[in-house]
C-alpha cells in the first residue's frame, strides 16, 4: 500500500518536474535562436563516444563567424548512426559575443532534448495521475453507492488473492461474498476492493452489507468498514 502510495505522488511529482524542465529547455533554445547569428559550417569530422550502451558519434564542425574568425566547435548531441556525414555542410547558430556557443541547425541537435524529456515527463505524469484520478473516481461512485444505493445482506464466500495485481512479488487480498437475488433466482457474485492484509480472521460467520446500484447489481459496492485498517 505504502508503495503504490509512493508511486503514485512520486510519478506525478517528477513528471511535472521534467515536463517543467522541457518547457525551460524549448523556451531557451527558442530565445537562443532569435538572437543568435548563422553561418555554414562543415563537418570535419565524427568524433566516436563510448559508453556501456554502445558508440555513438558526433560532428565536429568548423565555421566562419562574422569577423572571419575560423571556430570549431563539437556538437552536445551524438547519435548512431551519425547524424551527419563528413564534409557535409550543415547551417550553425553561433552566439555573436562567444561564436564557440553554438548549435547545429537539424531536429534532433535543436529540439531532441526537450523533446526526450516531455515523452518521459508525460509517461511519469499519465502513469501518477492515472493512479491519482482513477483513486478519485472509485471513491466517488463508492460515496454514491453508500449514500443511494440498495443495501443487501450477502454471504461471505471467501478470502482470495488478486494475482491479476503484484506489488513488490506482493499479491493483495480480495473478499468474495454472493447473493441470491429473489426477483430473478440468479445468484451473484461480488468481490471487495483490494486489501494489503488477510481479513480472514476478521470475518467469521459475518454477512457482508453490499450496496449496489438500483436495478443494476454489477456496479456495488461491499463494504468491509467493520475490518481494522491496516497501520502504515
Known amino acids: ?8 505522488y512520486a510519478f506525478t511529482l517528477v513528471g511535472a518536474a ?21 553561418a555554414q559550417g562543415t563537418v570535419i569530422e565524427l568524433e566516436p563516444v563510448r559508453s556501456s550502451d ?7 564542425v568548423r565555421f566562419n563567424d562574422e569577423r ?14 551519425p547524424s551527419f556525414a563528413k564534409g557535409e555542410s550543415v547551417r550553425v547558430y553561433y552566439d555573436r559575443d562567444d561564436p564557440r556557443v553554438a548549435k547545429l541547425d537539424g531536429y ?13 515527463g508525460s509517461v511519469f505524469l499519465l502513469v501518477g495521475g492515472g493512479i491519482i484520478v482513477a483513486g478519485w473516481f472509485i471513491r466517488s461512485r463508492d460515496d454514491a453507492l453508500r ?3 440498495e443495501p443487501i445482506e450477502t454471504d461471505f464466500q471467501s478470502v482470495e488473492l488478486n494475482t491479476a495485481l503484484d506489488v513488490n512479488g ?11 437475488n429473489p426477483a ?49
Open 108 to 120: 534532433f541537435q535543436l529540439w531532441g532534448g526537450p523533446t526526450i524529456i516531455a515523452a518521459l
Open 184 to 232: 430473478t433466482s440468479e445468484v451473484h457474485v461480488f468481490h471487495s476492493h483490494n486489501l494489503w492484509f488477510d481479513p480472514t480472521a476478521y470475518i467469521g460467520n459475518r454477512r457482508i452489507t453490499v450496496y449496489i446500484k438500483p436495478g443494476n447489481p454489477k456496479s456495488y459496492y461491499v463494504d468491509l468498514s467493520f475490518l481494522p485498517k491496516l497501520a502504515t
Open 54 to 60: 554502445g558508440t555513438t558519434y558526433r560532428p565536429l
Open 170 to 180: 506482493r499479491h493483495p487480498f480480495r473478499v468474495a461474498t454472493q447473493w441470491l
Open 18 to 38: 521534467m515536463l517543467i524542465g522541457a518547457l525551460l529547455w524549448y523556451t531557451s533554445t527558442r530565445t537562443f535562436l532569435a538572437k543568435a547569428a548563422q
Open 68 to 81: 572571419g574568425q575560423s571556430i570549431q566547435i563539437s556538437s552536445s548531441v551524438s547519435s548512431n548512426p
Open 147 to 149: 449514500s443511494g444505493g
Open 1 to 8: 500500500m505504502r508503495t503504490i502510495i509512493v508511486v503514485k
